[in-house]
DNA sequence: CATATGATCCGCT
DNA sequence: GCGGATCATATGA
């Protein structure tokens, strides 16, 4: 396998928090520009799992995919609510899922996190998933969850918030080639099928679904 | 209340 | 390629 990106041995996390403003825009600007950020979850003692994001989809307005579709509910929420948001659900009855909140309030709209390229703690992961190959640790919505231990605890928390134990952090890095698809296992209308809203890192050993 | 379904994953064939 | 796991959520009675 071969991956395009060298993850980094450390990073300040507190220095470069992705602001509010970053996910108030387009949320498939807000899409491809998520690629090779850093979503960091923090555990109880200090603990950091990290990954650099390889993978996302976007899920828009009047899209008849998203969760949204059909008008607020309890569970979609966040989506309605402040952009940096997060937005976990349980889906099959097994898998978390975990998205961030776009777009301005009201609006709902939503990333969705389907694949990391591991950074810190890779030993926690592994023993989280049961298997040792890192590519595989964060590939899929809910191995991505599965690995760094998000739940629905996590519901609604503020992303943007310094110290949230949940957070996007931005090093720099850029991707090299992005990638574009119509998004995996929805079943809106014709349109909503095609949009070309999935999102990845072109070469990356750690994306989904390839 | 009852029921159908799903932004998935894994193991088996 | 197929199906089972397993349950929150939405919808309709």
């Not at 928090?17 to 003692?45: C, N, Q, S, W």
């Not at 607020?72 to 961030?100: D, E, K, S």
């Not at 301005?104 to 890779?122: F, K, M, Q, T, W």
Request: aromatic letters at 6%; one cysteine or more.
């Amino acid at each position: 396998m071969s991956s395009t990106l060298i993850p980094p041995r450390s990073l300040d996390t507190s220095l470069c928090i992705l602001p509010r403003t970053f996910y108030a825009r387009d949320t498939r600007l807000v899409a491809r520009e998520l690629l090779a950020k850093v979503l960091v979850h923090h555990l109880p003692g200090g603990t950091r799992l990290s990954g650099r994001i390889v993978e996302v989809e976007a899920y828009r307005p009047d899209d008849s995919a998203s969760h949204s579709f059909r008008g607020p509910t309890a569970r979609n929420a966040p989506m309605f609510g402040a952009p940096g948001l997060a937005y976990v659900y349980l889906i099959y009855g097994l898998h978390n899922c975990v998205n961030v909140s776009t777009e301005a309030v009201g609006i709902s709209a939503a990333v969705l996190i389907r694949a990391l390229e591991p950074i810190d703690g890779i030993q926690i992961m592994q023993q989280r998933r049961g298997i040792q190959t890192v590519s595989k640790l964060c590939r899929g919505p809910g191995n991505v969850c599965k690995a760094l231990g998000i739940d629905r605890s996590l519901i609604g928390l503020d992303l943007t918030r310094r110290g949230s134990v949940l957070a996007i952090a931005d090093d720099c890095l850029r991707p090299d080639q992005i990638g574009t698809s119509e998004r995996v296992g929805v079943r809106g209308d014709a349109a909503a099928r095609e949009a070309p809203w999935r999102f990845f890192i072109a070469g990356n050993g750690c994306v989904s679904d390839k």
